[in-house]
Nanobody, 126 residues
Framework: QLQASGGGLVQPGGSLTLSCAAS????????IGWFRQAPGQEREIVSC????????YYGDSVKGRFTVSKDNAKNTVYLQMNSLKHEDTALYYC?????????????????????WGQGTLVTVSS
């Protein structure tokens, strides 16, 4: 299971850190992706991190502002979001794609992900 948390209301320019807590599997063996879906829009990938934690991917709209990381000891992946903009408002999801321990592959397409957690809502508003 995946449990995303950490969403909330934040002013433009503010920061939030989302957490994706995994249970029943270990994040060291999976690519973990963060996706978001804004009202009336399609779901899009925000970021992902490889199973070995060495490689990351960011969508163009969040590059330089968001940082993905993982804590294997806590079996949790994080998404640090800085300099938030109105257009970052969305329901944020984490998802998994089976990989392998020490595997550095990243997956940037939605169809590559198998399991999805419930989303956490991020609202950027003044």
């Amino acid at each position: 299971q995946l449990q995303a948390s950490g969403g909330g209301l934040v002013q433009p320019g503010g920061s939030l850190t989302l957490s994706c807590a995994a249970s029943g599997f270990i994040v060291e063996e999976y690519v973990i992706g963060w996706f978001r879906q804004a009202p009336g829009q399609e779901r899009e990938i925000v970021s992902c991190i490889s199973a070995n934690g060495r490689n990351t991917y960011y969508g163009d709209s969040v590059k330089g502002r968001f940082t993905v990381s993982k804590d294997n000891a806590k079996n949790t992946v994080y998404l640090q979001m800085n300099s938030l903009k109105h257009e970052d408002t969305a329901l944020y999801y984490c998802a998994t794609a089976k990989s392998g321990r020490n595997d550095g592959r990243i997956y940037d397409e939605e169809h590559q992900y198998d399991w999805w957690g419930q989303g956490t809502l991020v609202t950027v508003s003044s």
